[in-house]
C-alpha cells in the first residue's frame, strides 16, 4: 500500500465517519447525506467531477446521473405498493382488518389482546409501510392497548414490532435487495418466510415479559383532537384477504412484482365495488405516490452511493479494508453480524436504507457470497425496524404514546440482538 493510497483510506474513513456524526445528531437529513458522501468518496478517490470523454468515469455523469437511477426499479415499486396500501385503506380493509382483530380482543386479558394485535399488525403492515399506515393503525391499536391495562411504552413496542416484521412482506424492500445483491426475487421471498419466524417468536416472547412487568395500568384513554372523526367504510369479510394477495401471487404463481400489485388493486376493487371505483384507484395512486416520495428521494441517494462505492477507483481503496474485517467462518459471521447489529441504528454502515447500502455490495464484492451478505443485511433490519429513534414512524409512535423514543430503544435493542443472533445462526447453515 502507498502512501497515497494510505491517504485515500484515511480520507474516505474520516468522510464516512464524519457524516455518520452529522447524522445521528440529526444535522443533516440522510437524503442530503448519501449524494454528498457520494461527491466526496469520489472526489478522494481522484474520479474527476465531469469530463467531455465518455469513458472517462466522471461524477457529474456516472454518479450523480447514472447513480440517480440506479434503484429506478425499487422506486416504481415502490410507488405501486404505496398505491396498494393506499387502495386498503381508502377502501376501508385496513381499517377493517383492526377493526375485526378488537372483537376477537374482547376482554381484559393483556397478552392476548397484545398477541392477536401484533399478528394483524403484521398483516396490515405487509402491505403499506411509512407512516401513513403507523398513523391509521397506531391511532386504533395504541388506545385499545392502553385501556386492556397495558403500558405506553409496552403499546408502542408493540406496534412497531409489527410493522418491523411485517416490513419484511414489503415488495419494494425485494426489489432492492434484489437489485443490490443481483438475486431473484424469489430467492428473497422464499428467505422471507423463513427468517420471519424466529422474530415472531421471540418478539412475542419480548411482548410477554414486558407485559408481565408493565407498572403502569392505565384502563383509559384520551384521545388527542384529530379533527372530526372519519367513518370507516364498511365491507366484505372476504375482502380482508386482499393484503395478503400480492405475496400469494409472488410464492404461488411466481409472478414478478409490479404484475402482482396490479392484479391485487383490481381484485381489491371487484372484492369491495366503491361507488367510484376510478376516483378511488386514482386518489390512492396520488396519495401513495405522496406518502412515499421521501423514501423515493432516499433511494436516489442510496443509487448515487452505491455508484460512488463501486466506482473502480474507490472500490479499489475500501476493498482491501472490507476484506480484512469481513468474517470467514460460520461462527465469525454469526458473531460478527450479531455484535455489530447496533450499527444498523442511525442509518449506519449496516443499514441498508442508510450507509449499509454501500456497505454491503462491497461485502458482496469483497469475498463474502451475495447470498450471505443478504441474510446478514435483511436480519440486521429487525434491529434497524424496531429499535431506530430516527426512523420517522418510531418518532410519531412515541409521541403518540407519550413516550421517549429513546426509552423503545433501550427496552428492545438486546431483544433485538437477540432476535438477530438466532437468526444468523439459520443464516450460517444456509449460506456456509
Known amino acids: 500500500m502507498d502512501t497515497l493510497q494510505l491517504f485515500q483510506i484515511i480520507g474516505i474513513l474520516v468522510v464516512f465517519f464524519a457524516f455518520v456524526g452529522l447524522m445521528m445528531t440529526k444535522k443533516l437529513a440522510t437524503i442530503l447525506a448519501l449524494p454528498l458522501m457520494a461527491i466526496l468518496m469520489a472526489l478522494i478517490a481522484g474520479i474527476p467531477l465531469y469530463s467531455n470523454n465518455p469513458k472517462v468515469f466522471n461524477i457529474a455523469t456516472n454518479i450523480l446521473s447514472d447513480g440517480s437511477a440506479k434503484l429506478a426499479t425499487t422506486i416504481i415499486t415502490t410507488f405501486f405498493g404505496a398505491w396498494f396500501g393506499f387502495l386498503l385503506k381508502k377502501t376501508g380493509i385496513s381499517e377493517g382488518i383492526i377493526r375485526k382483530a378488537a372483537e376477537m380482543a374482547g376482554g381484559d386479558k393483556p397478552v392476548r389482546i397484545a398477541t392477536i394485535f401484533f399478528l394483524i399488525g403484521i398483516v396490515i403492515f405487509s402491505t403499506g409501510g411509512g407512516l401513513g399506515m403507523t398513523i391509521l393503525a397506531g391511532t386504533i391499536i395504541i388506545p385499545i392497548l392502553l385501556t386492556a391495562g397495558i403500558s405506553a411504552l409496552t403499546a408502542s413496542i408493540v406496534l412497531l414490532a409489527s410493522q418491523t416484521v411485517g416490513s419484511f412482506f414489503s ?9 443490490l445483491y443481483k438475486l431473484p426475487v424469489s430467492v428473497i421471498s422464499k428467505y422471507t418466510i423463513i427468517f420471519t419466524i424466529p422474530a415472531i417468536i421471540l418478539f412475542e416472547v419480548m411482548l410477554i415479559w414486558f407485559i408481565k412487568r408493565d407498572k403502569t395500568i392505565r384502563k383509559g384513554w384520551t384521545m388527542p383532537d384529530a379533527g372530526p372523526v372519519r367513518k370507516a367504510p364498511q365491507v366484505r369479510t372476504i375482502a380482508l384477504i386482499a393484503p395478503i394477495l400480492p405475496v400469494v401471487m409472488v410464492f404461488a404463481f411466481k409472478l414478478d412484482i409490479i404484475s402482482s400489485i396490479l392484479l391485487a388493486v383490481i381484485a381489491t ?12 384507484m386514482v386518489s390512492a395512486l ?6 412515499v416520495a421521501g423514501a423515493a428521494a432516499l433511494m436516489v441517494g442510496i443509487g448515487m452511493l452505491l455508484a460512488a462505492v463501486t466506482a473502480p ?27 455489530l447489529s447496533p450499527l444498523a441504528l442511525y442509518r449506519g454502515p449496516l443499514n441498508t436504507y442508510g450507509l ?31 429499535c431506530d429513534p430516527t426512523n420517522t414512524y418510531n418518532v410519531w409512535v412515541a409521541d403518540f404514546a407519550d413516550v421517549d423514543v429513546n426509552d423503545i430503544t433501550k427496552k ?21
Not at 415488495?171 to 437489485?179: P, R, V
Not at 376493487?269 to 376510478?278: G, N, V
Not at 475500501?318 to 461462527?331: E, F, N, R, W
Not at 428492545?412 to 456456509?432: C, P, R
Open 171 to 179: 415488495m419494494s424492500g425485494w426489489s432492492m435487495t434484489a437489485q
Open 269 to 280: 376493487i371487484l372484492l369491495t365495488t366503491p361507488k367510484h371505483p376510478a376516483q378511488v
Open 286 to 291: 396520488i396519495e401513495g405516490i405522496q406518502s
Open 313 to 339: 477507483a474507490v472500490s479499489a481503496i475500501l476493498t482491501p479494508l472490507i476484506k480484512a474485517v469481513l468474517p470467514t467462518s460460520p461462527i465469525t459471521y454469526v458473531l460478527f453480524f450479531s455484535i
Open 356 to 386: 449499509g447500502s454501500g456497505v454491503g455490495v462491497l461485502m458482496a464484492a469483497s469475498g463474502l457470497s451475495p447470498l450471505a451478505t443478504m441474510l446478514a443485511m435483511r436480519n440486521l433490519g429487525k434491529t434497524q425496524g424496531l
Open 412 to 432: 428492545t435493542i438486546g431483544w433485538a440482538t437477540l432476535v438477530v443472533f438466532v437468526s444468523q445462526i439459520m443464516a450460517a447453515f444456509i449460506a456456509f
